[in-house]
């Protein structure tokens, strides 16, 4: 069994916790506060070996649940260290990756060894500034005018922790370019009032590069990424040098899935950022409607540095008709993210009313514009069509209200200040009726 170490406060011995009201470390005892640096805090580091075995990151919130951190006791768990508590000697286990965390018997806020080393001690923390009734509050706002929850719903919290989550931050430069075919329509009426909808092609380059600062990505396998990145952005800018006293009160892990395994999915998010930034000014080329295809995609990224920084979360859950479900709030912005129970009744009486609504504004629009038999057909499968898409847009308006712990797809929160920059834009001088001329035209530059 190991020993911990305490946040001691130097006046009467009691325990100290961080308050992110004040932004000062605060004595429960004698309500003496302290600035970060006044208060000796130190992690001590370890050398307990990663555990075998658990390798696989959390993809769902059960998954979470089961390896909560503050969930972990010494008997059949693998990731488990024993610790003995300064303050009231219980033993207090906690999870491998756990460096602060609270004896649950005496309450006394407690440093441990862990798996903290020289090389994952984080750089930088952003200390919390949302209490925890504030991220109470905000969760439970988060809950208001989602018009597919139950109105009978009511979350009671099993579960409220306060967590400084290891991230890993990416400096990339990416940089490339790509080969498109635009499309222009132009519609045209002939002198028997037939409209004919004809279809133009363009050959279209660009070429270009962009920079990628402090690029977040959670270094823990417990964390829902779908949570972790949802919850963003966080303002790197008051990010301070990192001190364990500001762990004081909270939850606070070190990395166990390092910087190179957490990198694919931060190149992925600057490269999708700059492939569909630089088709997006493709397509803002004179006289392109759109870009019908891409026939060519290449594109680089070079990692420029990497960073390492807890942010502070609040992690919630709650059951609700025996589905568990978790809520992520932002500690530095009071952000809640996490997916809602859907009503199914209420959906489907949604969905069939949409359905109702547009079909009778489709039969009005018939009423007043068809003329003839000849029409009435091709004005039926349009309108079917436009009842369907309407009520499946509408639809998913309203899911997107519950479903909110979405992992992120590309890092345009995360552009230099120049953003993208295109450094060579061409187009084919003219219009071309062939998608095959204008691959060609693309070919022969």
């Given at each position: 069994m190991q020993k911990a170490r305490t946040y001691q406060c130097p006046n009467c011995g009691g325990v100290m916790e961080f308050d992110p009201i004040t932004g000062r470390v605060r004595c429960s005892f004698c309500e003496s506060e302290f600035d970060e640096g006044e208060v000796a805090a130190e992690i001590p580091l370890g050398d307990v070996p990663s555990a075998q075995g658990e390798t696989s990151h959390a993809k769902t919130v059960e998954d979470f649940l089961e390896r909560a951190p503050w969930e972990v006791t010494a008997d059949g768990t693998v990731n488990a260290v024993v610790y003995s508590?300064?303050?009231?000697?219980?033993?207090?286990?906690?999870?491998?990756?756990?460096?602060?965390?609270?004896?649950?018997?005496?309450?006394?806020?407690?440093?441990?060894?862990?798996?903290?080393?020289?090389?994952?001690?984080?750089?930088?923390?952003?200390?919390?500034?949302?209490?925890?009734?504030?991220?109470?509050?905000?969760?439970?706002?988060?809950?208001?005018?989602?018009?597919?929850?139950?109105?009978?719903?009511?979350?009671?919290?099993?579960?409220?922790?306060?967590?400084?989550?290891?991230?890993?931050?990416?400096?990339?430069?990416?940089w490339g370019h790509a080969d498109y075919i635009g499309y222009e329509t132009e519609t045209r009426t002939d002198s028997e009032g037939n409209s004919h909808t004809e279809h133009y092609y363009y050959a279209i380059k660009r070429k270009g590069h962009a920079a990628f600062a402090r690029i977040p990505v959670d270094g823990s396998s417990k964390m829902p990424d779908g949570h972790m990145d949802a919850i963003s952005p966080f303002d790197f800018g008051k990010l301070r040098d990192f001190q364990a006293s500001y762990a004081a009160g909270y939850l606070m892990e070190v990395a166990d899935e390092d910087a190179q395994t957490c990198l694919p999915r931060a190149e992925g998010r600057a490269r999708r950022s700059f492939e569909d930034d630089l088709k997006a000014d493709a397509a803002r080329e004179r006289g392109v409607d759109g870009i019908e295809e891409v026939t060519r995609n290449e594109t680089q990224v070079a990692v420029e540095g990497i960073e390492s920084a807890v942010l502070p979360v609040?992690?919630?859950?709650?059951?609700?008709?025996?589905?568990?479900?978790?809520?992520?709030?932002?500690?530095?912005?009071?952000?809640?993210?996490?997916?809602?129970?859907?009503?199914?009744?209420?959906?489907?009486?949604?969905?069939?009313?949409?359905?109702?609504?547009?079909?009778?504004?489709?039969?009005?629009?018939?009423?007043?514009?068809?003329?003839?038999?000849?029409?009435?057909?091709?004005?039926?499968?349009?309108?079917?069509?436009?009842?369907?898409?309407?009520?499946?847009?509408?639809?998913?308006?309203?899911?997107?209200?519950?479903?909110?712990?979405?992992?992120?797809?590309?890092?345009?929160?995360?552009?230099?200040?120049?953003?993208?920059?295109?450094?060579?834009?061409?187009?084919?001088?003219?219009?071309?009726?062939?998608?095959?001329?204008?691959?060609?035209?693309l070919d022969g530059v």
């Open positions: 508590c300064p303050s009231c000697a219980a033993e207090v286990a906690a999870d491998q990756s756990v460096v602060s965390t609270t004896c649950p018997y005496c309450g006394n806020n407690m440093l441990v060894s862990g798996t903290a080393s020289k090389e994952n001690v984080p750089q930088w923390v952003l200390p919390f500034s949302v209490s925890k009734e504030q991220a109470e509050q905000r969760m439970r706002q988060h809950f208001e005018h989602k018009w597919y929850l139950s109105r009978a719903f009511d979350a009671s919290l099993e579960h409220m922790q306060g967590m400084y989550i290891p991230y890993h931050l990416y400096n990339l430069r990416v609040w992690m919630m859950h709650c059951a609700w008709e025996g589905k568990q479900m978790l809520f992520a709030v932002n500690g530095e912005t009071g952000k809640c993210v996490g997916d809602l129970p859907v009503e199914g009744k209420r959906r489907a009486a949604t969905v069939v009313v949409t359905a109702l609504v547009f079909a009778v504004l489709a039969f009005i629009v018939s009423m007043l514009v068809i003329n003839d038999d000849d029409s009435s057909f091709g004005f039926i499968v349009g309108a079917v069509i436009v009842v369907v898409l309407g009520t499946f847009f509408v639809d998913q308006q309203f899911m997107s209200q519950m479903r909110t712990a979405v992992e992120a797809t590309n890092a345009s929160m995360s552009y230099d200040s120049q953003g993208l920059v295109v450094t060579d834009r061409w187009r084919s001088p003219r219009r071309t009726g062939s998608k095959g001329k204008a691959r060609r035209w």
